[in-house]
């Protein structure tokens, strides 16, 4: 008969140790962003570090997305990275989700570059359920800065704003509802100059021409340039920047793939009180 007492103490919160462990195996540290999506046979993954100008590319461009700390060794001379996924059960709502990056080191062995944590309450973000928690990808270097964001939605209105006033820069669209909504995130975007200014004559395209148009979900809005190209009859899109919300942004709605909302683009005057 089991007399253990395990059972009558109160769950822990396993994030403090696996941060612990985690500093002392790997000397470097990121803010990072994970998108997570359920795959036919695993959890594929996608992960934004902004600040080292990394991205881990796996088998999804966006999922969920719970902000955490991505810690790092070197990603110098990384190519295909092996990726195990674990999550641990916290208190009440909360998990730890710990993702491990691998490469091969020799035959027989591997060696950890880089783990991402994050705690995420599960009443907020659904977390895909885990089946093999493994797969595969490889970190790439992309150029990008960020900016803090407010996002708006007046009750009875289906049009959306989000202000970035560090960058002095504000964007709205219309979505399909008109639920009112507040609130803040981060903006992570290339190049500040392809989030172009607008003008009466040419309030909804870029200076070449090309609209961006905004694709958004409660977990993110990415904003692509729609780039006609009338001499081969086609059209492309091209990611300029992706706001990500602190708190999953509900009842935002969920657009027309076939048709994305186009955006203006403003500048950014702080309100005068």
């Given at each position: 008969?089991?007399?253990?007492?395990?059972?009558?103490?109160?769950r822990r919160d396993p994030f403090p140790q696996q941060l612990s462990e985690a500093a002392k195996a790997l000397p470097?540290?990121?803010?990072?962003?994970?998108?997570?999506?359920?795959?036919?046979?695993?959890?594929?993954?996608?992960?934004?570090?902004?600040?080292?100008?990394?991205?881990?590319?796996?088998?999804?461009?966006?999922?969920?997305?719970?902000?955490?700390?991505?810690?790092?060794?070197?990603?110098?001379?990384?190519?295909?990275?092996?990726?195990?996924?674990?999550?641990?059960?916290?208190?009440?709502?909360?998990?730890?989700?710990?993702?491990?990056?691998?490469?091969?080191?020799?035959?027989?062995?591997?060696?950890?570059?880089?783990?991402?944590?994050?705690?995420?309450?599960?009443?907020?973000?659904?977390l895909p359920p885990l089946r093999l928690g493994r797969g595969q990808g490889k970190w790439v270097s992309f150029r990008?800065?960020?900016?803090?964001?407010?996002?708006?939605?007046?009750?009875?209105?289906?049009?959306?704003?989000?202000?970035?006033?560090?960058?002095?820069?504000?964007?709205?669209?219309?979505?399909?509802?008109?639920?009112?909504?507040?609130?803040?995130?981060?903006?992570?975007?290339?190049?500040?100059?392809?989030?172009?200014?607008?003008?009466?004559?040419?309030?909804?395209?870029?200076?070449?021409?090309?609209?961006?148009?905004?694709?958004?979900?409660?977990?993110?809005?990415?904003?692509?340039?729609?780039?006609i190209k009338e001499d081969e009859g086609n059209t492309s899109l091209e990611e300029v920047g992706l706001f990500l919300?602190?708190?999953?942004?509900?009842?935002?709605?969920?657009?027309?793939?076939?048709?994305?909302?186009?955006?203006?683009?403003?500048?950014?005057?702080?309100?005068?009180?």
């Open positions: 008969m089991d007399t253990s007492e395990d059972h009558l103490l109160p470097h540290f990121s803010t990072a962003y994970a998108q997570l999506r359920e795959g036919a046979n695993s959890v594929d993954l996608h992960v934004e570090a902004p600040e080292i100008m990394k991205r881990f590319v796996g088998g999804v461009q966006f999922g969920e997305d719970p902000k955490g700390v991505l810690f790092y060794d070197s990603f110098s001379n990384i190519s295909v990275t092996q990726v195990t996924i674990v999550y641990h059960q916290g208190v009440g709502s909360s998990k730890t989700v710990r993702v491990d990056f691998h490469v091969k080191h020799g035959p027989l062995h591997r060696k950890l570059v880089a783990r991402f944590l994050a705690r995420v309450d599960t009443k907020k973000y659904k990008a800065a960020t900016s803090a964001a407010d996002v708006l939605r007046q009750e009875d209105s289906e049009r959306l704003y989000i202000q970035f006033p560090s960058i002095a820069k504000e964007v709205y669209f219309n979505t399909d509802k008109k639920s009112g909504i507040k609130g803040s995130g981060v903006f992570i975007f290339h190049n500040i100059m392809e989030l172009k200014d607008t003008s009466l004559q040419d309030c909804r395209t870029t200076s070449e021409g090309n609209t961006i148009v905004a694709d958004y979900s409660p977990d993110r809005i990415v904003f692509f340039l729609k780039i919300p602190d708190l999953p942004l509900k009842d935002i709605g969920q657009p027309n793939v076939a048709q994305l909302p186009e955006t203006t683009w403003l500048e950014y005057v702080v309100p005068d009180y």
